[in-house]
C-alpha cells in the first residue's frame, strides 16, 4: 500500500522530533493514517537507536583495546563477535546474568517439582502424610483456628517516631532491610500488590536490562486495541518488536473467584489484595509461588503481540495472572500501550514500575489532554464517606489496640483526630444549609479549608503515608466482613451487638449516623488517602477546595469536598522533564496556543529550582514544534458554510439570552427541515446543550416542523436511550431509505469516538455555540485562575480581573468551546473517499474569533481564508448544489 504524502511527511517530521528530544504537537485529520504514521515513525526511530547503541558500544570496545591488543587472533575473532552482539557493553552484560538467573531458577523449580511429584506419590501410599490443610485450586485455603491476626496491622515504623507505640524490635533498620524481613516473615509474593513486578534485588536477584521504549497512551480501551492492531499489521511486528499492553484488575484478571467477589473495580481491586496479604489464606493460584510460570507468560509475549483480551486469554490459559504478568513485561518492552490514567499520574506510574526516563511518550487523542490531566488529579471526598471510615476506624481500634505494634497506635489515633475534625466541619456546614432547598456552593482556598477544619497542626503527609504503607483498608475490609459473617450467623444476638456498637459511636462522637449508601472501608480508605494526597500541598497556588451541599433529603443534607486542580502544567511538567521527547497528537488539536500555554507555562508557574539548564530547555512553551496537515479528501468533497439569518430572513443566533426565542427556534427548524429534502443519508445535527434540545423539539412539534422533518427522515434523539445509535444505523443503511437526523448534543456520548462515515454522516448540522456554562464554580475559578497568570514571572500573582471576563479568560473559554466543536464536526470525513456538508445555524461561527479556530481543512488551503457566511437561500442552493452536480444524486 502506497502511503498518503502527509503520512511520509508525518513520519519523518515525528522521527526528527524523537531525534532532537523535542515536544511537539501533530495535527492530521481522521482518515489520514495517523495511527499507521505514529506506529512507523516511532518505531523506526526505535529500530535505529538501538542499532546506534550497539555501533557506539563496538567502537567503544574497540578503542579500548586498540593500543595495547597483543593477544591471538582467535582471541580477538571471538571478542569481535561478541561486541557485535552487544554482550560486552553493560546493558549486555546485564542481560546475560539476567539470562543466567534465569536459567538457574527455571533448573531449580524444575527439580522442585520433581521432588514435589515424588513426595505425592509417598503420600498416596502413606494415608496419614495425606492429611493436611487443603488448598483449592481458586486460592482459598480453610481457616481451622478461626484467628484473626490476618486483620492486625502489621508493625508500623516510620523513621524513628515514638510516643505511645511500644516499639518490640530494639534495632532500628533501614527501610530496606526491614522490607526484606517483612517479605521473609511473610513469605511475600514475586509480585506485591504496591510495587512493580521488577527483580528486585533484595535477593541479590539481578534486575532485567531496561530497553529504550515508546510509550504510547490514549483515552478509551477500544483506541488502545486498535493501536495494538495495526503494530500486527506492520513489518515491526515479523521483527519481533516487544509490545505489552498495560490494563487494570477489571479487565486482565483470570482468577473466576476474584472476579465474583468484585461486583466494582474498587471490589475487585481489594479482593484480589486481600488474596494477598492473607496470612491464613493460600496466595491466588493465578499467582505461583515458583518464578517458572510467570517466565514462560513472559516469554509468550515477546514472541507475540497482544491486546488486552488476548493477554488475559493467555493468562487463562496458562493459569497465570495477566495483570501482574504484562507488568513484569514492562522493562524488556519497546512499546508500551497504556491508558491516559496510568501516565498522568505519578503515583499511578510508580505502582506500575513505569519509569520515563530517556524514553519516548506518544499521547493520541490529545485534545482533551489538559481536561484529563485536570479531571485525574481532583478529587472528592464525600461526608457519608468520613462517617463510615470514622465508625469503623474506632470500632476497628478500640477491639486491637492492644495488639498493634510499632507506630500504629499512634498514628490510628492521629487518623481518628483527623476524621473526627472533618466530620465536625462538614457537620457545620450541612447545618448552615439545612434551611436551603437548593445545592449551595462555595469555594475556598486549602490553606483556608485547613484552618477552618481545625486540622492545620495535623500532618496529613504522614497520615497519608502510614495509610497507604500499613495497608490499613484492606485490614479494615477483612475486620468489617468478619464482623458481618458474626453478626449473621450470631442470629438475635447481633441485634443486640450492633446496638452496643452504636452506642460506642455515638458516645465517641455524637455526630455520626449509619447511612445507607455507605462504601466499603477499604474504598473510603482509598478516597481519604486520594484527598490527603491532595491537601498534602496546600501552598500548591493552582488549586482550589469546593465545598458544595446538596439540598436536603431523607437521610438528610449531604456535603461534599472536591479538591480542584486548576494548573495542569506541574503534573505534566513532570512528565515532560523525565521523558527524552514527548509527542501530542490528534485528529483535531485545535487551537493549539491555549493548550501550550497550560501544559508549559513560563517560568513563576512552575518551580523550576530543582531543573538541570536542559530541563529549562524542555519546559520553554518556545520551543515546542507543531505541525498541522491538511485532509486528504479533495477539497470538492466538503461544503462548509455559515447560515447567518433564517428563511424568513430572522438572525440566527443562539447565545444564552436568545435560546427561549420562538421565533429563532421555529426558524433553525425550518432551515433543517429545508436541507433534509437536498441533502441524502443520514444528518448529525449537534446542539449546544440537552437542555437546548429539548426546548427545541418541543417547540417543533408544536409548531409542525418536527412533523415536516420526519416525513422526509426518521428522527432519532440522543437523550431517547442507549439503542439510539444502533437504530439510526439501521435506519440509514435500509434499502432505499432516505437517511435519517440524528439529534446529539456537543461533549455527549456521540460527539466524540464514533464513525459517521459515509451515508451515516452526509451533513453535519450545528446549531449554536456550545460554550460551557458560566455557572459552574469549577470553570469560574478555571478561567479566574488562568486570567491571574501571566507570561512573565512578575505577571504571576497578577489579581483576576473583576467583573467582566479578561482576554486570557476570554480565549480559554473560546478554546474550550471549539475544541469541543471540532471534534463533533470531525466525525463525518473518515476517510479519503468521503464526503460531506458541514452547516453552522448560527452567525457567531462567522466572527473572526471563533472562525479562527476552526479546522483549517474546513475553511480551505488559502491561509486566513474563512468559512463563508450567507443567508439560508443561498445556503440551500449551495449545499443542494453540492451533492446534486458533483455526486449525480
Same mark, same amino acid.
Given at each position: ?164 507505640? +511500644? ?16 517479605? +521473609? ?44 492492531n495495526e503494530v500486527k499489521r506492520t513489518k515491526f511486528a515479523q521483527d519481533k518488536i516487544r509490545c505489552v499492553t498495560l490494563g487494570s484488575r477489571w479487565q486482565l ?28 489464606k493460600a496466595r491466588c493460584a493465578c499467582l505461583p509461588v515458583q518464578a517458572t510460570p510467570m517466565l514462560d507468560f513472559k516469554d509468550a509475549m515477546a514472541q507475540k ?64 489532554? !489538559? ?30 489496640? %492492644? ?67 500499613? +495497608? ?27 446496638? %452496643? ?90 487551537? !493549539? ?32 514544534? %507543531? ?195 471540532? %471534534? ?59 451533492? +446534486? ?5
Open positions: 500500500m502506497t502511503p498518503y504524502s502527509i503520512q511520509l511527511e508525518f513520519m519523518q517530521r515525528l522521527f526528527d522530533a524523537l531525534e532532537d528530544g523535542e515536544f511537539g504537537i501533530f495535527e492530521s485529520p481522521t482518515g489520514t493514517g495517523k495511527s499507521l504514521s505514529i506506529i512507523c515513525g516511532a518505531l523506526t526511530w526505535i529500530q535505529h537507536n538501538e542499532r546506534r547503541r550497539q555501533q557506539h558500544a563496538v567502537a567503544k570496545s574497540g578503542s579500548e583495546v586498540a593500543e595495547v591488543d597483543t593477544r591471538p587472533d582467535w582471541v580477538r575473532e571471538y571478542e569481535r563477535k561478541r561486541v557485535a552482539s552487544g554482550q560486552t557493553s553493560g546493558e549486555g552484560r546485564e542481560q546475560e546474568r539476567y539470562q543466567r538467573w534465569v536459567a538457574a531458577v527455571r533448573r531449580r523449580e524444575a527439580a522442585q517439582r520433581k521432588g514435589q511429584q515424588r513426595q505425592g506419590q509417598l503420600q498416596q501410599g502413606h494415608p496419614r502424610l495425606g492429611k493436611r490443610t487443603v488448598t483449592s485450586a481458586s486460592g482459598d485455603a480453610a481457616d481451622s483456628d478461626g484467628s484473626d491476626d490476618d486483620a492486625v496491622v502489621d508493625a508500623y515504623h516510620s523513621g524513628g517516631e515514638q510516643g505511645g507505640a +511500644k516499639n518490640d524490635d530494639p534495632v532500628e533498620y533501614s527501610d530496606a532491610v526491614r522490607r526484606l524481613l517483612e517479605r +521473609k516473615a511473610d513469605n511475600k509474593l514475586l509480585c506485591d500488590s504496591d510495587d512493580s513486578c521488577s527483580n528486585s534485588s533484595d535477593d541479590g536477584v539481578p534486575e532485567e536490562p531496561i530497553a529504550c521504549k515508546v510509550f504510547y497512551a490514549s483515552r478509551t480501551h477500544s483506541q488502545l486495541q486498535q493501536f495494538v484478571c483470570v482468577n473466576d473467584r476474584v472476579r465474583a467477589a468484585g461486583s466494582s473495580v474498587h471490589a475487585l481491586n481489594e479482593r484480589c489484595l486481600e488474596m494477598q496479604q492473607s496470612a491464613k503481540i497482544m491486546d488486552i483480551e488476548e493477554l488475559a486469554a493467555e493468562g487463562r490459559r496458562r493459569g497465570v495472572c495477566a495483570y501482574y504478568g504484562s507488568r513484569e513485561a514492562v522493562r524488556a518492552a519497546q512499546v508500551v500501550a497504556l491508558p491516559y490514567n496510568m501516565l498522568l499520574s505519578q503515583s499511578a506510574r510508580e505502582s506500575m514500575g513505569i519509569s520515563l526516563a530517556g524514553n519516548i511518550v506518544i499521547v493520541d487523542e490529545a485534545h482533551n489532554l !489538559v481536561d484529563t490531566i485536570l479531571a485525574t488529579h481532583s478529587v472528592t471526598l464525600g461526608w457519608r464517606t468520613v462517617k463510615v471510615l470514622l465508625d469503623m476506624v474506632q470500632l476497628y481500634f478500640k477491639k486491637y489496640w %492492644q495488639r498493634l505494634r510499632g507506630s500504629n497506635v499512634v498514628y490510628i489515633r492521629q487518623t481518628i483526630a483527623l476524621l473526627r475534625a472533618l466530620n465536625k466541619y462538614l457537620q457545620r456546614v450541612a447545618d448552615e444549609n439545612r434551611d436551603s432547598h437548593s445545592q449551595s456552593t462555595a469555594v475556598i482556598s486549602v490553606n483556608e479549608f485547613l484552618q477552618r477544619a481545625n486540622v492545620d497542626h495535623i500532618n496529613v503527609y504522614k497520615i497519608d503515608r502510614y495509610l497507604r504503607e500499613s +495497608k490499613l483498608g484492606r485490614k479494615l475490609n477483612m475486620f468489617a466482613e468478619r464482623r458481618q459473617e458474626h453478626h449473621i450467623s450470631a442470629g438475635s444476638n447481633s441485634v443486640k451487638r450492633v446496638r %452496643q456498637d452504636a452506642h460506642v459511636i455515638r458516645h465517641a462522637d455524637a455526630s455520626i449516623s449509619p447511612s445507607p449508601a455507605a462504601p466499603a472501608p477499604a474504598s473510603a480508605v482509598a478516597a481519604l488517602e486520594a484527598f490527603m494526597e491532595c491537601i498534602g500541598n496546600p501552598d500548591r497556588t493552582g488549586a482550589r477546595l469546593v465545598v458544595r451541599t446538596a439540598p436536603p433529603a431523607d437521610d438528610g443534607v449531604d456535603v461534599e469536598l472536591k479538591y480542584l486542580l486548576l494548573d495542569p502544567s506541574e503534573a505534566f511538567g513532570e512528565i515532560r522533564k523525565e521523558a527524552r521527547a514527548v509527542v501530542l497528537a490528534g485528529g483535531t488539536m485545535r487551537p !493549539v496556543d491555549d493548550m501550550i500555554k497550560q501544559l508549559l507555562p513560563r517560568f513563576g508557574r512552575l518551580s523550576l529550582s530543582d531543573c538541570t539548564n536542559e530541563q529549562r530547555l524542555q519546559l520553554d512553551p518556545d520551543r515546542v514544534r %507543531q505541525f498541522a496537515w491538511g485532509h486528504v479528501v479533495p477539497r470538492t468533497h466538503i461544503c462548509a458554510l455559515v447560515v447567518d439569518r433564517g428563511p424568513t430572513g430572522e438572525p440566527l443566533r443562539f447565545a444564552y439570552q436568545d435560546q427561549s426565542n420562538a421565533t429563532r427556534i421555529r426558524e433553525a427548524g425550518q432551515a433543517l427541515a429545508a436541507l433534509c429534502n437536498v441533502i441524502p443519508g443520514g444528518v448529525a445535527v449537534f446542539f449546544p446543550s440537552y437542555a437546548l434540545l429539548g426546548k427545541m423539539m418541543t417547540e417543533w412539534h408544536a409548531a409542525g416542523v418536527a412533523q415536516r422533518i420526519a416525513k422526509r427522515k426518521p428522527v432519532f434523539s440522543e437523550s431517547a436511550d442507549e439503542g439510539v445509535l444502533a437504530r439510526y444505523t439501521e435506519q440509514v443503511r435500509r434499502p432505499g431509505s432516505s437517511g435519517a437526523v440524528l439529534l446529539s448534543v456537543v461533549g455527549g456520548r456521540l460527539s466524540e469516538g464514533i464513525n459517521f462515515s459515509d451515508d451515516l454522516g452526509r451533513a453535519v448540522v450545528m446549531i449554536g455555540v456550545p460554550y460551557p456554562s458560566l455557572t459552574s464554580p469549577e470553570l469560574k475559578e478555571r478561567l479566574d485562575y488562568y486570567e491571574s497568570i501571566g507570561d512573565a514571572p512578575d505577571c504571576a500573582r497578577r489579581p483576576a480581573t473583576s467583573g467582566q471576563m479578561g482576554p486570557r479568560a476570554r480565549e480559554l473559554y473560546d478554546a474550550l468551546c471549539m475544541r469541543a466543536v471540532n %471534534q463533533s464536526i470531525g466525525r463525518a470525513i473518515r476517510h479519503r473517499a468521503d464526503y460531506a456538508a458541514i452547516v453552522f445555524l448560527d452567525a457567531r461561527y462567522a466572527e473572526p474569533r471563533i472562525a479562527s479556530r476552526l479546522p483549517g481543512w474546513i475553511a480551505g488551503e488559502h491561509a486566513g481564508r474563512s468559512v463563508p457566511s450567507c443567508a439560508f437561500g443561498p445556503a440551500l442552493a449551495q449545499v443542494s448544489a453540492f451533492f +446534486k452536480s458533483t455526486f449525480a444524486l
